[in-house]
């Protein structure tokens, strides 16, 4: 705050700081559930193995506003690697230089299928009020 205030001083101006710290944050920070956690690990490393799966990541300081989703229900936020090593122009996802290594997305995809399937049979309960047998294919 000073370093701001010194330099306006500087250039002949005035500058104020605030923090806002009366106000809620835009975004609500993206807190990933435990229990999912432990489910995408599980899934991952049996589908993609142990060398393949990062499940240990800085936190990140980046909005997002899956949170809002959050709040409502249990959420999981992961990433799937497809930056192309070789692209050393595109050092950020929001860069107009990134180029994907698109042979990933095939495994991304199937990671998700097989998340949200081994969850739904992991969960599956009876739906209360429906008598005798009922069809669940697709």
């Known amino acids: 705050m000073q370093v701001i205030i010194g330099q306006a001083a ?3 101006c005035n500058a104020t700081v605030d923090f806002l710290e009366e106000w809620e944050p835009f975004n609500p920070p993206t807190v990933n559930n435990g229990e999912l956690h432990e489910h995408f690990v599980n899934v991952a490393v049996n589908m993609l193995g142990i060398d393949k ?3 240990v990541l800085a936190p990140s300081m980046g909005a ?3 949170s ?3 709040e409502i229900i249990p959420g999981y936020f992961y990433f799937i690697g497809v930056k192309n090593a070789s692209d050393k122009r595109a050092e950020s996802f929001h860069s107009p ?3 994907i290594h698109e042979d990933g997305l095939p495994y ?3 990671l998700h299928a097989s998340l949200a399937a081994s969850y739904l049979l992991k969960h599956e309960q009876d739906v209360p009020g429906v008598g005798g047998k009922y069809n669940d294919e697709l």
Do not use: I, P, T
Request: proline content about 0%.
């Open 10 to 12: 500087v250039q002949r």
């Open 53 to 55: 799966v990062n499940s």
């Open 64 to 66: 997002e506003d899956f």
């Open 68 to 70: 809002f989703y959050q």
């Open 97 to 99: 230089y990134l180029k």
């Open 108 to 110: 991304g995809a199937a």
